[in-house]
């Protein structure tokens, strides 16, 4: 059975720096930032959103658990346009338990987590490319509102 455990200030630590390292490299891969900015601006990005790290007010930062086993992240916040809307700023199943509808479940568990705090709308972000992701939101009832496009202009 699939649950949150509250993320404990101990691991807040790793995943901190494991989420900001990632959140770089992928605003490289995307060209929203430069090697040389991206690492300074994530962990600045992180610093606005989580000022008070696991202890901010309306950031709920979870383990996914299955079996007693870790296996994931997952943050939601309120939503900073809407106070009816949850926001989810992370989600990630670890790699060696993906393939098993983990994260359709992880998914149908913040969703309900989010109604349980009042929420009446969820929304997230996911990188332009990221099919895998965008397959297991869409199969968990996400639907596509905003669509950001680029060109690089070097002819």
């Known amino acids: 059975m699939i649950r949150f455990r509250k ?13 900001i390292e990632q959140f770089a490299l992928e605003k490289i891969r995307v060209g929203t930032w430069t090697q040389t900015t991206a690492k300074k601006l994530a962990e600045y990005e ?32 309120k939503s900073a346009n809407s ?4 926001f989810i700023y992370d989600f990630e199943i670890l790699p060696e338990f993906q393939n098993q509808g983990l994260g359709t479940k992880a998914l149908d568990l913040g969703c309900k987590f989010a109604q349980q705090q009042g929420f009446s709308k969820i929304e997230l972000h996911v990188f332009g490319g990221n099919q895998r992701a965008i397959h297991v939101y869409q199969k968990a009832g996400f639907s596509m509102t905003d669509i950001v496009m680029q060109r690089k202009l070097e002819f």
């Open 7 to 19: 993320m404990l200030p101990a691991e807040f630590s790793q995943y901190r720096q494991a989420a």
């Open 46 to 77: 992180f610093n606005i959103l989580l000022p008070q790290g696991c202890a901010t007010p309306v950031n709920y930062l979870f383990k996914i658990v299955v079996e007693n086993k870790i296996v994931g992240n997952f943050w939601l916040a």
């Open 83 to 86: 106070s009816k809307t949850a």
